[in-house]
């Protein structure tokens, strides 16, 4: 089916574009250092935003970030249909409720004429601690059929009040059910979807977790907004949602191809590798860099990467293409590769 398209401040969902988001993890009485965070994230490749608003008071943050920030704000409500009233009219990109915890019907109708009336979509969250019971007892627990039908159901609520700006998430800390409750609430409607694993856990294992799920979804062609949950520092979420695109062969940007190394490695190539990762992290020029351990590995295997280095004992070479431009003493190795990254994209300041 066609993709329904849902404007996000001054973006649109539902398009060939996967738009990477976060979410705020300051306090949200700290008007101040949610701010600054959020400026933080927009330079680091964010996208999109979301923050808390738990309290009618909150919606002042709203306000500040919209004049900080020149992507989207997301306000994410629970229980009081009245923040949600309060964050339309303080301009919020989009809303992210989830119907069933919000009251009665005239409570939803009420959130959905304000987000009607402003041209502001909303987001249904659900997830799999927050099936109703009925359903859990209809299925035996949050099965992927429980969130699709929970979904379903508040996506007919809103539609009941001639609402239909909706994107939908039904996300699971478990890796197997997430992706299978996406791919039915694929199957039943043509609204744009926001991937993630929820509560995917500290930075090591929530990457795999979120690398297996959003990735295998995006691979076949399902999602339009990504957000990778981890209990770190909301900016790695940024650098891991990048990666997880590049990973896929979405989204641009230094592509790595180092390799495992072994007995023939004749230079620190790990230490090496992390310093060009880290080092690349920020370019958003598409160029594949190579780091190898030894030449049989170099310019040999590695001949696709528009440059790269491959080490030898105590020192290295530069390639581009395969071909060997010269060769470097171990401890200019990452320093003149760099340089020779800024030449190919004409910078003319050291990377």
Known sequence: MSKK??????????????????????????????????????KAGCEIIRTAVPAVRNSELIYALKNAVNIPVVADIHFDYR???ECAAAGVDKIRINPGNIGDKDRVKAVADAC?????????????????????????????????????????????????????????????????????IHEMYDYPLHLGVTEAGTARMGII???????SLLLDGIGDTIRVSL??????????????????GIGGGVRIVSCPTCGRTG?????????????????????????????????????????????????GIIFKKGEVIRRVPEEKLVDELMDEVGVMLGNKEKL
Request: charged residues 25%; glycine residues 8%.
């Open 209 to 215: 977790k979120s690398a297996a799920g959003i990735g």
């Open 83 to 85: 923040i949600a009233l």
């Open 267 to 315: 230079i620190d190539l790990i230490s090496i590798a992390k310093q060009v990762e880290q080092r690349t992290r920020d370019i958003t020029a598409d160029i594949k860099i190579a780091v190898m351990g030894c030449v049989v590995n170099g310019p040999g295997e590695a001949r696709e990467a528009d440059i790269g280095i491959a080490g030898a004992k105590g020192e």
């Open 5 to 42: 398209k849902v404007k996000v401040g001054n973006l649109t969902l539902g398009g060939e574009h996967i738009y990477i988001q976060s979410m705020l993890n300051i306090p949200a009485d700290d008007v101040e250092g949610n701010v600054r965070q959020a400026i933080e994230l927009e």
């Open 116 to 184: 009607r009336n402003r041209n502001i979509p909303i987001r249904i969250g659900v997830n799999s601690g927050s099936v109703e019971r009925e359903l859990l007892a209809k299925y035996g627990g949050p099965t992927a059929q429980a969130l699709a039908e929970s979904a379903s159901r508040h996506v007919e609520m809103l539609r009941e009040f001639d609402f239909d700006d909706i994107v939908l998430s039904v996300k699971s800390s478990d890796v197997k059910l997430m992706t299978e409750s996406y791919r039915l």
């Open 231 to 248: 209990t770190a520092d909301p900016v790695e979420e940024i650098y891991a949602a990048k990666d997880i695109l590049k990973a896929v």
